[in-house]
């Protein structure tokens, strides 16, 4: 089983894509007026979903030959902070830009502090889109690329200020072509509203496409599309989505697997409950049971370790030492803000609104999310 865990520990590589840009301590600053431009546009997450969990010591099992729950799980609270913070980017680019006192439908053009380039900034007001209205558009270009196919655009704002709703599109090669010169094709979109619903009293949607795949043998994890729903309401926090790695493989040559997952905590207690499921890319299914239960962790990793102990050694693994090499997979998993408590069992009752909460949520569609397209109005 020692052999096993190497294995593992090695196939388990974090992404670091826009790391920089998506660190939780990121202070975001901005101007006090800032005009007519949305105050928030994101939904925060409790830090015992979204932080990094490989650097937390596990307070689970810890036998020699039991995987570490922090293990299992630092992907998707990794995954869970990426999306988070591609909000926090642009929220800083709304903070970077109010400086200019955007108060009124507009044009300017000025030189980025980040790449040196003139940039174009042109605010509509009343515009149309998706079959909305919205009350103002914002739009920032690449002076010197607006003839190119993609217009030169590098972000684009539509919203209404009271109460807060909107979508922002970015393109993060044409703000800055210095940062992310090796990523000229990645875009987010970012969906945030305050107007309350039934079930929310204000949510976001996050969805990353096109992030450049580097070579397998260097990060066969490289995270290439990703979807998130976070919904607040009062205290909870509910997320759910799936990010989308075509070139993931653990034991066995197989590639291309989905994070798919479910979420919620408590923002003030700082506790979260998540259940993750890992199905093809590929796979066309809506089904909650297929995507988290037939495919869940514990269930493609079993199956995993025993086709590669079978073509290693000829006889398949012992199931009693596969059980505890695999106990901290069981559903669903359980967290505080020092990271991974317990697995399959609620340690303690606070937990078991949030684990109730969890079996009405539903990730997307993998094979969706894996053809993840996002463009520019």
């Given at each position: 089983?020692?052999?096993?865990?190497?294995?593992?520990?090695?196939?388990?590589?974090?992404?670091?894509?826009?790391?920089?840009?998506?660190?939780?301590?990121?202070?975001?600053?901005?101007?006090?007026?800032?005009?007519?431009?949305?105050?928030?546009?994101?939904?925060?997450?409790?830090?015992?979903?979204?932080?990094?969990?490989?650097?937390?010591?596990?307070?689970?099992?810890?036998?020699?030959?039991?995987?570490?729950?922090?293990?299992?799980?630092?992907?998707?609270?990794?995954?869970?902070?990426?999306?988070?913070?591609?909000?926090?980017?642009?929220?800083?680019?709304?903070?970077?830009?109010?400086?200019?006192?955007?108060?009124?439908?507009?044009?300017?053009?000025?030189?980025?502090?980040?790449?040196?380039?003139?940039?174009?900034?042109?605010?509509?007001?009343?515009?149309?889109?998706?079959?909305?209205?919205?009350?103002?558009m914002l739009t920032i270009t690449d002076a010197?690329?607006?003839?190119?196919?993609?217009?030169?655009?590098?972000?684009?704002i539509l919203w209404n200020p009271s109460p807060?709703?909107?979508?922002?599109?970015?393109?993060?090669?044409?703000?800055?072509?210095?940062?992310?010169?090796?990523?000229?094709?990645?875009?987010?979109?970012?969906?945030?509203?305050?107007?309350?619903?039934?079930?929310?009293?204000?949510?976001?949607?996050?969805?990353?496409?096109?992030?450049?795949?580097?070579?397998?043998?260097?990060?066969?994890?490289?995270?290439?599309?990703?979807?998130?729903?976070?919904?607040?309401?009062?205290?909870?926090?509910?997320?759910?989505?799936?990010?989308?790695?075509?070139?993931?493989?653990?034991?066995?040559?197989?590639?291309?697997?989905?994070?798919?997952?479910?979420?919620?905590?408590?923002?003030?207690?700082?506790?979260?409950?998540?259940?993750?499921?890992?199905?093809?890319?590929?796979?066309?299914?809506?089904?909650?049971?297929?995507?988290?239960?037939?495919?869940?962790?514990?269930?493609?990793?079993?199956?995993?370790?025993?086709?590669?102990?079978?073509?290693?050694?000829?006889?398949?693994?012992?199931?009693?030492?596969?059980?505890?090499?695999?106990?901290?997979?069981?559903?669903?998993?359980?967290?505080?803000?020092?990271?991974?408590?317990?697995?399959?069992?609620?340690?303690?009752?606070?937990?078991?609104?949030?684990?109730?909460?969890?079996?009405?949520?539903?990730?997307?569609?993998?094979?969706?999310?894996?053809?993840?397209?996002?463009?520019?109005?």
């Amino acid at each position: 089983m020692k052999n096993l865990r190497i294995y593992f520990s090695v196939s388990l590589v974090v992404v670091a894509l826009f790391s920089q840009s998506c660190q939780k301590n990121e202070v975001i600053e901005q101007k006090a007026d800032t005009g007519i431009l949305p105050e928030r546009f994101k939904v925060d997450i409790p830090t015992s979903l979204s932080s990094n969990q490989s650097k937390i010591k596990s307070a689970s099992v810890s036998n020699a030959d039991t995987i570490k729950g922090n293990e299992i799980y630092k992907h998707l609270n990794f995954f869970i902070a990426v999306g988070e913070g591609a909000s926090d980017i642009v929220e800083k680019i709304i903070g970077s830009i109010a400086l200019y006192q955007i108060n009124r439908p507009m044009v300017i053009s000025y030189q980025s502090d980040d790449d040196n380039r003139v940039k174009n900034l042109v605010v509509k007001e009343n515009v149309e889109y998706n079959g909305r209205q919205w009350k103002y558009m914002l739009t920032i270009t690449d002076a010197a690329s607006e003839g190119e196919t993609d217009g030169g655009k590098g972000m684009q704002i539509l919203w209404n200020p009271s109460p807060i709703e909107g979508i922002a599109i970015l393109r993060p090669y044409n703000i800055d072509r210095v940062k992310n010169l090796s990523s000229l094709d990645a875009i987010f979109r970012i969906e945030y509203s305050e107007v309350p619903t039934n079930e929310y009293d204000s949510h976001m949607v996050v969805e990353i496409a096109n992030l450049p795949m580097p070579d397998a043998r260097i990060d066969q994890f490289a995270l290439h599309s990703m979807k998130m729903f976070v919904g607040k309401k009062g205290d909870v926090v509910d997320v759910y989505g799936n990010s989308d790695h075509p070139n993931a493989k653990f034991f066995t040559e197989s590639t291309g697997f989905d994070w798919a997952f479910t979420a919620s905590g408590f923002i003030a207690e700082n506790i979260g409950v998540a259940e993750v499921g890992l199905p093809p890319c590929t796979l066309d299914k809506n089904d909650r049971k297929v995507i988290l239960e037939d495919y869940s962790i514990k269930s493609v990793l079993s199956k995993q370790i025993n086709d590669w102990f079978y073509g290693v050694y000829g006889v398949h693994i012992d199931a009693n030492d596969l059980s505890q090499y695999l106990q901290n997979a069981d559903a669903p998993g359980y967290f505080n803000n020092g990271g991974f408590v317990s697995a399959g069992t609620s340690p303690d009752a606070k937990y078991n609104a949030l684990s109730n909460r969890i079996k009405l949520l539903t990730p997307f569609n993998p094979k969706l999310v894996n053809e993840l397209a996002i463009d520019f109005k």
